[in-house]
């Protein structure tokens, strides 16, 4: 069965940096873009940032709202998926879930910015 | 490209014919996805290419839709179907609606 567990979320400070990860299983990793989605206290959905696959040169893509603060990478050879974060933001407060082509999800990892 | 969900709160009662809208603000030529999240869980894929349903998904759940219009109709309203409903485009950029609430009347 496919299966996506994040981890490294935790409470940090405004400014400060943050890398999350992704444990894939279950399926044809190198064969699928990667996804991080974002779900702030309350809210809805926000696409975050996507990763494609090695033929199409593992291009990256961001929203507006982390474009130049936000990294994400991926590992093929250990099935991992990536989120630096870094100048965060109080808004940057969510669950961040990931998700590989937006078919099969994890379970989120929260992140916290706050003084 | 902007996705508007309507209503925003939607009450019915089981055994009810449920029709949840999304709206873009230009052509999502049909690259429209629906899911479904109960409270403290993932989402979950039910419709993707606006009429496609997903694997373990009940026939209840359907999509329609062209242009910058689309549906997901829930043909008969279980109990366990009680739960926030976004849409998504991927034809340009990715972009997910503001979500309906789907509550008991």
């Known amino acids: 069965a496919v299966q996506l567990v994040e981890s490294g979320g935790g409470l940090v400070q405004p400014k400060e940096s943050l890398k999350i990860s992704c444990a894939a299983s279950?399926?044809?990793?190198?064969?699928?873009?990667m996804y991080w989605v974002r779900q702030a206290p309350g809210k809805g959905l926000e696409w975050v940032a996507r990763?494609?696959?090695?033929?199409?040169?593992?291009?990256?893509y961001y929203a507006d709202s982390v474009k130049g603060r936000f990294t994400i990478s991926r590992d093929d050879s250990k099935s991992m998926v990536y989120l630096q974060m870094d100048n965060l933001k109080t808004e940057d407060t969510a669950m961040y879930y990931c998700t590989a082509e937006t078919t099969h999800w994890g379970q989120g990892v929260m992140v916290t910015v706050s003084s | 490209i902007q996705l508007t969900q309507s209503p925003s709160l939607l009450s019915a009662s089981v055994g009810d014919r449920v029709t949840l809208s999304c709206k873009g603000s230009q052509n999502i030529n049909n690259y429209l996805a629906w899911y479904q999240q109960k409270l403290g869980e993932a989402p979950k894929l039910l419709i993707y290419?606006?009429?496609s349903l997903q694997t373990g998904i009940p026939s209840r759940f359907s999509g329609s839709g062209s242009g910058t219009d689309y549906t997901l109709t829930i043909s008969s309203l279980h109990s366990e179907d009680l739960a926030t409903y976004y849409c998504?485009?991927?034809?340009?950029?990715?972009?997910f609606g503001g979500g309906t609430k789907l509550e008991l009347k």
């Open positions: 290419k606006t009429n």
């Open positions: 998504y485009q991927y034809n340009n950029g990715w972009t």
């Open positions: 990763i494609r696959t090695k033929p199409n040169n593992y291009a990256t």
């Open positions: 279950g399926f044809t990793f190198s064969n699928a873009a």
